[in-house]
């Protein structure tokens, strides 16, 4: 996983609580090694991490962020152009962070919409969604092209 800070205690406590399957990189480092990068920042820190990760052409990146439009063009586009992928996917911008470990909301799961651009993609993010430890059923509407 790419942090910020390594040395954060948050960090440090999460890297505990993984028996030793988590690894704490850079951002550039870990973005660098992923095959799916997930971009999970407020759109206001979203140009800082971009600057971070860099060009990551063909990698599959995972589109996280709500606010979503900047001068006409939506957080997808900006990643897009930022790091050349053309495999963005956007999901799970519809459930808020503090929701994604039990998204029920009076006994219904909640949806979120996986879209992209590629069939492909997005059953590999709905396949990772459904394998997460975030399993409610089924609250994943693909929208496939």
Not at 62 to 76: L, M, P, R
């Amino acid at each position: 996983m790419g942090f910020r800070d390594l040395a954060n205690p948050d960090v440090i406590e999460l890297l505990g609580h993984s028996e030793g399957e988590l690894q704490a990189l850079t951002v550039k480092e870990a973005s660098d090694k992923a095959d799916i990068i997930t971009i999970c920042v407020g759109f206001k820190q979203l140009q800082n991490v971009l600057n971070e990760i860099g060009t990551q052409k063909d990698k599959l990146i995972i589109e996280t962020v709500n606010a979503s439009f900047d001068g006409g063009k939506d957080a997808a586009g900006i990643i897009q152009a930022a790091t050349d992928s053309k495999r963005i996917v956007k999901a799970f911008n519809s459930i808020s962070a503090e929701n994604l470990d039990d998204p029920v909301f009076n006994g219904i799961g909640a949806v979120t919409f996986i879209c992209g651009g590629s069939d492909d993609d997005i059953r590999t993010v709905t396949m990772l969604a459904k394998q997460s430890t975030h399993q409610v059923g089924k609250p994943f509407i693909n929208c496939l092209t």
